[in-house]
């Protein structure tokens, strides 16, 4: 699989805490808030977002989720709303 991270996106339970969190406690600055999901700005490297972990995939995109061999679980997409965005093959 050749693999391309043009986003890194994590469920979280609470978004308000999330983005609280985030913003005062690391000084992130949010680039997109969409309500379902939220962006921070990147200077330059991969895009850090958040999502509602009861949520699917609303965007319009499509994904998949997967363990490795340690127990992580990995859960990759791919957003239908980008014009721009490299994939992963």
């Known amino acids: 699989m050749k693999a391309h991270v043009s986003s890194i996106l994590l469920a979280v339970r609470d978004m308000d805490r999330a983005k609280q969190f985030y913003t005062e406690g690391l000084g992130w600055k949010i680039k997109n808030d969409y309500g379902i999901s939220v962006f921070f700005e990147s200077d330059g490297a991969s895009p850090v977002g958040f ?5 699917a995939l ?18 990759v997409g791919y957003s239908a709303q980008g014009n721009d965005q490299p994939y992963a093959e």
Do not use: L, Q
């Open 58 to 75: 609303p965007w319009g995109g499509y994904g998949g989720t997967f363990a490795d061999p340690d127990g992580y679980i990995w859960s």
């Open 51 to 55: 999502y509602a972990r009861e949520g």
